[in-house]
Each structure stands twice: as C-alpha cells, then as structure tokens.
C-alpha cells in the first residue's frame, strides 16, 4: 500500500480549540523520544496549562528496532485546568516508524480520530520487507478513522544533520510547537537546559532542528490545536516523581541515600548523586541491595538520617535487614517504587501489587508504618512526614510510589521550605541517669532514643529478642512485653490520624476507595459518574499501616464499597472463581480484614496507569442497571 | 576591624577553627534556645510547632494538637535548672556577641604575654562551661551542688581534653620586647592555635623554645604557610615577626628527628643589641639553638680534591644552615 500523500497546497488550518488534548511521541530505544515529550510537557507547564506526562517504556533495556514490543517515548496530557493522570486516549501521535504506531493502536491507546504523524521514509524503503510491513501496519490501521500524515522527517533532518537518529527528536519537537502554539523560546531554555553538559554547536544545530520542523509543520500541516493557558500565580515547580522523592529526601534534613540501582527507583540516586553532596549528604550505591539497607541502618543507629530506594526484587532482597531495623527499632525510611512483579516482573511497568508484602512481608511479629503518596506534589512533602514518624517511633517507615508516579512528570506549587524539616534527628545531651536502650512506655510502647555517641548512650544492638537494657533475652514474658511494645506504637500512631475525607458526598450508592497514584484517575471516573448522575464517592488512603481512623463509619454510609487498584484480583465470573476462593485486590483484603465490610474489589495490571474510562466502566458495572442513572 | 593588618591576615587564615568554635557555641546556644522555648510554648504554639515539624502531608492526616501532646518537644526540667540554662544562655550569648574580638588579644603595657593569654581564653572558654549546664539540663541531669560553679571563669589550666581539642584559637599583638616566649607552653595542648602579631624590635628567633615533637611552630614574616597552623591536627604556635628575624617552621608530621621535621628559610647573624629585658646573648642563645635543632646530624666528607665538603642534599636548607655554622665557629670547609 502506498504511503498516503501528504497535504499538496495547505488550506488555511483548521484550529481546534479544546479544553485538553493528548499527545505522543513513539521512537525505536535511543531515538529521543522521550526527550522530547519532556521538554513539550515542560513548557506546556510553563506556559500555564495543567500537564501530566507518562514515559512509555520498553520492557527490554535494548529491544531490537522496529517492533511494536520495542516502543519508546512520551504520552503528555495536556490541558486548560491541572491534569490528574494520564486519561483516557491520545489524540495526536507522532510516531518514528509504523511499528511503534501499532503498538500504541493495540493496546487501545488512540482516539478513533487521532491524526497520526508518521515517518514514511519506510514507505519508500529498498527493503520489501520493511515496505511490506509498512503496508500491512497502514492497512490495520485503516480500520478505524484516524488522519494519517506521512512526514518526511528523516529527508528534511538530512538537510541539517549528517545522522537524523540524533535529531528527529527536535524536528518533532518543531512540529508539537507550531501545532500546539508553544513558546519557541520558552523550548530553546528547555533544549539549552537539556543539553547543558554539551557543546554550544549541538545546542544550536538541535535549535536549528526545531525551527526546521516548526516551519515544516507551518507549511504543510493543515491543523492547530489551542488550549487555554493560566499561568500560576503561584511559583510553581515542575518535576517527575523519582526527583520530588530526591528532593524531598534533601528538605526533610536526610542524609544518606544508600541504594543499589534497580528500575524503576535508580533516578532517584542519579538525581541525588548529582546535587546531595552540595547539601551536605551523600549517595552510597553499594555492592547490594542487602548491603544497601544494611549501610543505611548502621547510618541511623550512629545519629544519621538514612534512607533507602528500591523496587519490588530489591525489597525481597532487603527483608531480614527490615526486620533488624524494626526489632532494633531504629528508625529507617524505605522507598519503595513499585514494578510490575512477581519476581523481575516488568521492570519498567506500573503496578501496586507490593502492598501486602510490604506490610506483612517480613518474617516474625513486625509492625511498622506504610504511607503511599498520591500525587508527584506528595512525592516531595511525604518524605518529610516519613523521616519525623520513623524518627518520633523508633521504626521502619515504608513508602510506596510506583513507576507511574515515578516517571510522570507534573507542574506543582514550590515548596516553601522549613529549617524545623532540616533539625537534627536527636537531642545529643547525655543521656539521662538509668535510662534505658528500650525504656518502654508500657501504654504507648514508645521510648526515647538513643545513640552510642552520646555519653552514657552504649548499648548492644541485638535482633535477638531483648528486655529493655537490649540485653539478649530468651524468656517467654520478656518476648511477649517487648513485642506488644513494638506493636502497640502502630495503635498509637493511628490514635493521631484523621479520618481520610470523601471526594463527593459522604453517602451514597458506591464508594470507591484507592490507594497511591490511582487518585486522579479514580477521582476522575467518579466525578464523571456524578455528572451522570450516579451516586458514587471516591476516598485516597495515604495511611495503609496502619490504616487511617474512622473507615468503617464512612463505609457504613455506602450500600457498596469497591477498591480500584493496580493489582491482581479475581473477576466474580471467572473460571472456578467463588466468594471463597476469590483472590481480591490487596487494599481490599486489608479492608475487610480492618472493617469486617464486604469491600468488593477491581484490579487490572495493564502495565500502564489505569484509564478513567476503564474505571468508569467498574464502576457502572458495579451499580444496579449498570449504573444508568 | 583590627589596624594591623596582619592581624587580620591572621585571622583569615584561621578562619576555619574559628568557625568550628563559632558553630559549638551556636549550635549550643540554638538547642538552649529551642529548649526553652519549647518549655514556655502554649499547646496551641506545641501544636503549630509539631504541623510544621510534620510538614504539609500530615496537614490532612495526622491531628497535630494530639501529636504534640504525646511527643513533648523538650524534657521536664527543675526550676533551678531552668535558671542555670538562661544564665548559660546568656553567656552563650555573650561570648557570640563579640565577633572577631573574641579571637583577638592584645599584651598591654604591664601586662604579660601568658596572663593575657590566659585572661582571653578563659573569656571565650566560658562558653565550655555553659554549652556543659545546657546539655546536662537538656539530659535532665543537671544538680545544682555539683554543676552550678561550671559557670565560673575557667582558665586553660582547668579546661580538660575535649575543651582543648575545641580550644578558640586566639590572635596575639605583641611588642617584641615583650614576647616572653616560655609562656607560651602552657598552652600548647589539644588543638589550641596561637598566633603572635609582633610589634616593633624583637628578639630573632623567639619561638624556638617551643618546638616539641607534636607543636607546629612558624615563625614568618609575610605569613606564609599560615593556614598550615590553622590546618594541624595538634597545638601549633606561629609569630608574624619582623623583617630580619629567623623565619622556620616546624612541622611535627615532616619526620621523626627534629632536624627533619623543622625547616629553616632564613637564619639572621647573632645579635648583637639587647631588646627590651632580653639580652644579646640571650637571643644569640635562641639563634644558636635554632641552628643546632636544624642540623643535619652527618655530613659527606669532601671528594678528593674538592675545595668544599657539601653537607647532605647541597640545595636544601639544612645544608645552608651547616654553612653557616661551619661559617660561625670559623672552620669554613676544608681549605
């Protein structure tokens, strides 16, 4: 099938003007793509409009080239008020080769009018083969309406460029600009900032790309598409979740990043490595994933403020040393980005299937505090909150972000920093007359701690059970007290938690209760449901161990309560599937364990974030009639 | 500012162990502050203190008031020992207040070099004694019987180990008449740093009395290797003397005998004027010393037929001092 035939004489543009639109840009691994859509989504913040960006990212490190499995890039929703999540299709693509448009057309992830900008130098390939996949990906994607526009990229960066591999990223670039409005110079700072470690020729010959593909797009593509801006009034910052993390980490006065590299946590470490030591910390990467928690935890059993980041396998690995942390009680905060699993799983995916092996995964009675922060905005405050609760209970705190958050990228508020954030973890006085390791307050179960560094503060730090003088103790009283003790800081932490508020009315037909980075797209499903007129509410929990107050009260307000999360769970329906063998999502699980509530549950692991039309869909299947108001 | 400016050159090259005495005090002093503070905060100031404490992800989460209350931000403390803190504080306070001064001393007419010495450590060595009562009361062990008199001056004698490795270093204008340089050894301990603005006429080589193996001696005229006192890990006395005086450094961590470890770069004739209360023959006491603690402690007898016998390493400056020697007793070379 021949390429079709780009616009000969361009009408005046046809100008959409929208609330939102989304973009793609879809490369082999190693094309740009993704530098691309960031530097797009950069600016669209900067301009005033609400962005959210997804990377979308090859499982394999180094897939061949094109093959749909091997797609590469940037999917970058952008509109006139914050964007929450991802949404629900794309409406304008640019695509490198027609594989990697095929992908994105399988997995459902295009409007049925998308305009389709595609490389067609395939079209015009030596190599039947490559023309004949090119026929066949045009002939499956005839079979719905999208607008295909050959562009000839590889030919117009040959006129600037010797290899286009190393430039078509910024001829699209050229492209989204003139098609979407943006502030050329507003791009030039991004492109400057992007490639501040290399030489003023490759900033002007990627510049020069730009406004090639810009005048291109001025010449040839017939449409323009205008969101509304409204720049903030407000200092606003714009980062992915991973660098709010290392942010985060440097505001709330840590110091001691000790990782071992694993996707898809790594780019917290290497944005660390890059600007901690100018705050007075460090990045450790050590030999493991074992001796990386290890390091940590001697860190904050010598006065330190430590951290850790990891994802699902790095956490298994980390198990025995988190139960040390927890039976030693000192306190240690562990970020755990979230990879599709079991086991290696898929590493560059999003899933949320760690929740239950992260509160209950560790071997023996250990209690400890599990936070999930819901938006990137989160990713940056929750640290804070995380060091001063580990530091407050002697305890391990668990934080759960997952890849979505991790590598999407939004505009927020900046922070106003505080230096109470920075304040050391402890009071370094001596420590008082016949203080103990362990002076267990019986009621709460806390106790003052303490370091070796302070005089009178040497104690044996043992995993063994111990009394209260950290002395090794095998007596069944002893084991019992000293394990209420550890437990009962959970039931006192919980006694200083608000009960979570509803999105939408407190009582209704169904609830719908999440968990981390769901938040925009479920709030968006239930906010579309209510415009039908449905009676369903929504609520985020942050606090999953334990779990926030007053949950059984609000599920009573409900005639159902259905969780919306990215794990596995069993559809009612399934093949042998009853009420009793049912595997549910693991919120829910923890819910009907915490409420004795019938929560029912909806899980998909898609690999990708959950779409708010998916969980629309849920959710009226969830109501009577299917939900037809 | 200081009018010598070699005072301030000093100072500038001290400036690191300056800022680490600044940081205990203040570091101290911010603690006792925030100690205090929090004894005397309403619930409502304990309950906006632990929000912020928490920061904005725990605005909508956790009942700051309730935290507050279960996680005091200070221990309870007697009202005696409350008293101690603020007068702790005060001297904190004080001894901050004074800047640069602090690290600044001058020997007055009928004053001596070691009492004035001793009269501005124990000045800023006050603050050991109050950064002690503020911790001790921080830690709930203070007792009034046992601790109230560590407020009291406290001169270098009494400070203990630890005082002395924190020991402020201290910048001293002095006439030359008047540096008596033995008093100066009362104070080389722990990591003090002394450095000695000499003034007018002053005997050649003063500070050789107090080379010992761990002491970082200087004596410079341009201030030169300066920030090598302010660097050692150990006492170190240095002088900024006047043109024509011996110039040497003494570097502890250069060798294991003296002769290594101490480098002279100008040795001056013996002298031959009394200054002030020391005589000629004092000073060329001084001057001969220096010259024997430098000594290489062998030579390389001449070749054959050469007209000199070069001492070891012939460029070196030990090897220009044994020159000089052979010059003084008159047994120059073997012609």
């Given at each position: 099938m021949p390429a079709p035939s780009a616009t000969a004489a361009p009408a005046p543009p046809k100008v959409l003007r929208v609330p939102e639109h989304t973009v793609e840009i879809v490369s082999d691994s190693g094309e740009g793509a993704q530098k691309c859509g960031q530097i797009f989504g950069a600016v669209s913040a900067k301009m005033g409009n609400g962005v959210w960006t997804v990377e979308?990212?090859?499982?394999?490190?180094?897939?061949?080239?094109?093959?749909?499995?091997?797609?590469?890039?940037?999917?970058?929703?952008?509109?006139?008020?914050?964007?929450?999540?991802?949404?629900?299709?794309?409406?304008?693509?640019?695509?490198?080769?027609?594989?990697?448009?095929?992908?994105?057309?399988?997995?459902?992830?295009?409007?049925?009018?998308?305009?389709?900008?595609?490389?067609?130098?395939?079209?015009?390939?030596?190599?039947?083969?490559?023309?004949?996949?090119?026929?066949?990906?045009?002939k499956e994607l005839s079979g719905k309406h999208y607008r295909i526009v050959p562009v000839a990229m590889e030919d117009e960066c040959l006129t600037i460029v010797d290899n286009p591999k190393k430039g078509k990223n910024m001829f699209a670039l050229g492209l989204l600009a003139r098609i979407y409005g943006r502030d050329m110079e507003l791009i030039k700072q991004q492109i400057a900032h992007a490639f501040r470690k290399k030489s003023e020729e490759v900033y002007a010959q990627n510049v020069a790309l730009l406004e090639l593909g810009f005048h291109w797009a001025e010449d040839n593509i017939d449409i323009r598409v205008e969101i509304p801006t409204h720049p903030s009034t407000k200092p606003q910052v714009v980062m992915n979740g991973n660098e709010a993390i290392g942010m985060g980490c440097i505001a709330s006065g840590m110091e001691l990043c000790a990782m071992y590299p694993i996707t898809p946590a790594t780019s917290v470490?290497?944005?660390?490595?890059?600007?901690?030591?100018?705050?007075?910390?460090?990045?450790?990467?050590?030999?493991?994933?074992?001796?990386?928690?290890?390091?940590?935890?001697?860190?904050?059993?010598?006065?330190?403020?430590?951290?850790?980041?990891?994802?699902?396998p790095g956490m298994a690995l980390k198990t025995e040393f988190l139960g040390y942390a927890i039976m030693t009680e000192t306190p240690l905060v562990l970020v755990n980005v979230q990879r599709g699993g079991p086991s290696t799983g898929l590493p560059t995916k999003v899933e949320q299937s760690d929740l239950l092996a992260s509160i209950f995964g560790q071997t023996g009675d250990a209690p400890h505090i599990v936070m999930a922060p819901a938006t990137i905005e989160e990713c940056f405050h929750i640290m804070i909150t995380a060091r001063r609760l580990a530091e407050t209970f002697r305890t391990l705190v668990m934080v759960l972000t997952d890849a979505n958050l991790a590598t999407g990228v939004t505009p927020y508020d900046k922070p106003t920093l505080d230096e109470k954030w920075q304040a050391a973890p402890l009071d370094l006085a001596p420590v008082r007359e016949g203080q103990k390791a362990y002076d267990w307050n019986k009621e709460t179960g806390l106790s003052e701690r303490i370091i070796p560094g302070r005089p009178g503060g040497m104690f044996t730090l043992t995993g063994l059970s111990h009394d209260d003088r950290s002395k090794v103790a095998y007596s069944s009283d002893i084991h019992q007290h000293s394990s209420a003790m550890r437990s009962r800081k959970l039931a006192v932490l919980q006694s200083l938690l608000t009960p979570p508020t509803v999105y939408g009315d407190e009582k209704g037909d169904l609830l719908v209760v999440g968990w981390g980075s769901t938040k925009g797209a479920i709030e968006e499903a239930v906010d579309r449901a209510r415009k039908d007129g449905l009676k369903v509410s929504a609520l985020q929990l942050r606090f999953l161990s334990p779990l926030e107050p007053g949950l059984k009260e609000i599920f009573k307000k409900f005639k159902k309560v259905m969780t919306v999360e990215i794990n596995y769970s069993d559809d009612m329906g399934d093949p042998y599937v009853t009420e009793e063998n049912r595997r549910r999502g693991q919120l829910s699980i923890l819910l009907r364990n915490a409420t004795l509530v019938d929560v029912d549950c909806w899980g998909r692991v898609p690999g990708e974030p959950l779409r708010p039309m998916s969980i629309l869909e849920a959710i009226r299947g969830r109501l009577p009639r299917g939900g037809a108001a | 500012m200081p009018s010598d400016p070699r005072v301030a050159a000093a100072l500038a090259a001290l400036a690191k162990p300056i800022a680490e005495f600044r940081a205990s005090v203040h570091g101290a002093l911010q603690q006792a502050d925030s100690f205090v503070a929090a004894h005397s905060a309403t619930a409502t100031a304990r309950a906006a203190g632990a929000a912020v404490g928490l920061g904005k992800f725990a605005d909508m989460h956790i009942d700051a008031g309730k935290f507050a209350a279960l996680f005091p931000a200070s221990q309870p403390a007697a009202p005696d020992a409350m008293a101690a803190l603020e007068r702790a504080i005060k001297v904190l306070r004080a001894v901050t207040a004074q800047g640069d001064a602090l690290f600044v001393a001058k020997v007055t007419a009928g004053k001596k070099l070691g009492a004035t010495i001793d009269a501005a450590l124990a000045d800023a060595g006050a603050a050991f004694g109050a950064i002690v009562i503020a911790e001790l009361v921080r830690g709930g062990r203070y007792n009034a019987a046992d601790h109230a008199r560590l407020l009291d001056p406290s001169e270098f004698r009494a400070w203990n180990r630890a005082e002395r490795r924190f020991a402020p270093p201290l910048v001293v204008e002095v006439d030359g008449a008047d540096l008596y340089a033995g008093a100066l050894l009362d104070f080389v301990d722990g990591r003090e740093k002394i450095v000695l603005v000499v003034r007018g006429a002053a005997p050649p080589a003063p500070l050789v009395r107090c080379v010992t193996p761990g002491t970082y001696v200087l004596q410079t005229v341009d201030g030169a290797d300066l920030e090598k006192v302010a660097g050692f890990e150990g006492p170190a006395?240095?002088?900024?003397?006047?043109?024509?005086?011996?110039?040497?450094?003494?570097?502890?961590?250069?060798?294991?005998?003296?002769?290594?470890?101490?480098?002279?770069?100008?040795?001056?004739?013996?002298?031959?004027?009394?200054?002030?209360?020391?005589?000629?023959?004092?000073?060329?006491e001084d001057v001969?010393?220096?010259?024997?603690?430098?000594?290489?402690?062998?030579?390389?007898?001449?070749?054959?037929?050469?007209?000199?016998?070069?001492?070891?390493?012939?460029?070196?400056?030990?090897?220009?001092?044994?020159?000089?020697?052979?010059?003084?007793?008159?047994?120059?070379?073997?012609?």
């Open positions: 979308l990212i090859p499982a394999e490190i180094q897939p061949p080239p094109r093959v749909p499995e091997g797609a590469s890039g940037n999917r970058i929703r952008v509109g006139e008020h914050p964007v929450t999540n991802w949404g629900d299709r794309t409406h304008l693509v640019i695509a490198f080769n027609e594989q990697v448009l095929l992908a994105r057309h399988r997995v459902d992830a295009l409007a049925d009018d998308a305009i389709l900008l595609v490389e067609d130098k395939w079209a015009r390939s030596d190599d039947p083969d490559i023309v004949a996949a090119w026929n066949a990906a045009m470490s290497h944005y660390l490595s890059e600007v901690f030591e100018k705050f007075g910390g460090m990045v450790h990467q050590a030999e493991d994933e074992i001796a990386a928690v290890g390091v940590a935890i001697g860190a904050s059993y010598a006065g330190k403020v430590a951290f850790t980041v990891t994802s699902g | 006395i240095a002088a900024l003397v006047p043109q024509g005086a011996a110039t040497f450094a003494h570097n502890p961590s250069a060798g294991n005998e003296t002769w290594q470890r101490l480098s002279v770069t100008f040795l001056p004739p013996l002298p031959t004027k009394a200054v002030g209360g020391f005589s000629a023959w004092q000073m060329g001969k010393m220096l010259a024997d603690l430098a000594r290489t402690p062998f030579a390389v007898p001449g070749a054959p037929g050469a007209k000199s016998a070069p001492a070891i390493g012939a460029n070196d400056a030990v090897d220009r001092l044994a020159s000089w020697l052979l010059d003084a007793s008159g047994v120059s070379g073997t012609n």
